[in-house]
């Protein structure tokens, strides 16, 4: 069986663009993912009262393509695994390393190679934020690397009154940028930023 993760395409959507904006709505974590021209090319919604986290993400037409859910329940650090909609087999292993007042989250395949890493890029402004309320308006900035470094996108929020941030992605290699993108979706998801 081929690798899902070598694919370009994740639960049927092929996001190659270099950059998505994505917005929040005002009072729950929900999101729209817009491509360069404006178009919108995916949906998501947390699932409330869930023992375990959860996050179906939905195409422009409404269809549910796939979903991102916590392996165990209240994790503070563990992982989530993203599956393609009709399927138990993972595509995305999506790993948060507990640091206080740092996000440091890893992408792995679903054999448990890395393939990238999102990290907020100031500690210092992540510990301000955790601990003063009012701050928390100010908007969230993450570097995605591959697992030896090298720079290879950014997600970078906005001033605005609700969350709103573009994911950036440049040369990738080998790994497709379909799931860079819905990984540092997913991500933000999950911080509840």
Same mark, same amino acid.
């Given at each position: ?22 917005e929040q709505s ?39 393509? !796939? ?5 165990? *329940?209240?994790?503070?650090? &563990? @992982?989530?695994?993203?599956?393609? =909609? $009709? ?49 928390? !308006? ?5 570097? *995605?690397?591959?697992?030896? &470094? @090298?720079?290879?996108?950014?997600? =970078? $929020? ?30 933000d998801a999950l911080?509840?930023?």
């Open positions: 069986m081929e690798d899902p993760i070598r694919e370009q395409s994740i639960g049927g959507i092929v996001l190659d663009d270099d950059e998505y904006t994505v005002y009072f729950r974590n929900k999101y729209n993912v817009y491509d360069p021209a404006g178009d919108l090319v995916l949906k998501s919604k947390q699932k409330m009262f869930k023992m375990k986290e959860e996050f179906p993400f939905f195409d422009s037409d409404g269809n549910v393509v !796939f979903h991102v859910k916590a392996k165990n *329940i209240l994790d503070v650090a &563990g @992982d989530y695994v993203l599956t393609e =909609e $009709g399927s138990d087999e993972p595509v995305l292993i999506l790993n948060k390393n507990f640091t206080f007042f740092h996000h440091r989250w890893t992408i792995k395949s679903p054999d448990g190679t890395e393939i990238a890493e999102v990290a907020s890029r100031s500690a210092i402004l992540e510990a301000l934020r955790s601990l003063i309320d009012f701050l928390s !308006f100010l908007p969230h900035k993450y570097s *995605i690397t591959t697992p030896d &470094g @090298d720079p290879i996108g950014e997600i =970078e $929020g906005h001033f605005s009154f609700r969350d709103r941030y573009d994911i950036r992605i440049h040369d990738t290699g080998s790994v497709p940028k379909t799931a860079l993108v819905v990984g540092a979706i997913a991500i911080e509840g930023n």
